[in-house]
T-cell receptor, first 113, second 115 residues
């Protein structure tokens, strides 16, 4: 079963706007939550990651917000640019037990000029 | 430092043939992971290997699929007697140490089409 649920499936944002992608999980043992960016024909690349001991992490225009009690985390892309158009995947894993990154199904983001 | 290399990038096989996918990890990386991505789906973990050892193959189908990472040379994902449902993009990732402490770097993928 899908251990990480991601929404929306697709998203269109105007240049300069904020893109928001949400993920939810059930397994409370997850303790590492990365986001990956994938361009067509390429492999995923790590964008930003968070652990549950913090509620927010910011790197440039990208911010992860984490709500441990709700078992949700989200990616915010501020001042979205056409070059941000890509597919974004959230993932979750457990340190020290199992090795798999459990991926969401992905969100296709289109930033229009 | 070259990234993770995968070949071939595109592979077409007829039903019943064998597919061999190769992955050369980044220099200095001894941990390799294989993931499968079906259309409109996220990546699904298949197997995690270190040199000469399979550490976790919990995501591998029980039949027809096998993986190895020999002491010398690339990691190989082998699919025997391919079926249409095997058509997917197969991604390899590598890291210098165990997850999730160490980031997994992904290759460009091999797109397998079974006709």
């Amino acid at each position: 079963q899908q251990q990480v649920k991601q929404s929306p499936q697709s998203l269109i944002v105007q240049k300069g706007g904020i893109s928001i992608i949400n993920c939810a999980y059930e397994n409370t043992a997850f303790d590492y939550f990365p986001w990956y960016q994938q361009f067509p024909g390429k492999g995923p690349a790590l964008l930003i990651a968070i652990r549950p001991d913090v509620s927010e992490k910011k790197e440039g225009r990208f911010t992860i917000s984490f709500n441990k009690s709700a078992k949700q985390f989200s990616l915010h892309i501020m001042d979205s640019q056409p070059g941000d158009s890509a597919t974004y995947f959230c993932a979750a894993s457990i340190t020290g037990s199992g090795y798999a990154l459990n991926f969401g199904k992905g969100t296709s983001l289109l930033v229009t000029p | 430092n070259a990234g993770v290399m995968q070949n071939p990038r595109h592979l077409v096989r007829r039903r019943g043939q064998e597919a061999r996918l190769r992955c050369s990890p980044m220099k200095g990386h001894s941990h390799v992971y294989w993931y499968r991505q079906l259309p409109e789906e996220g990546l699904k973990f298949m197997v995690y290997l270190q040199k000469e050892n399979i550490i976790d193959e919990s995501g591998m189908p029980k039949e027809r699929f096998s993986a190895e990472f020999p002491k010398e040379g690339p990691s190989i994902l082998r699919i025997q007697q391919v079926v249409r449902g095997d058509s997917a993009a197969y991604f390899c990732a590598s890291s210098p140490g165990p997850p999730p402490t160490y980031e997994q770097y992904f290759g460009p993928g091999t797109r397998l089409t079974v006709t």
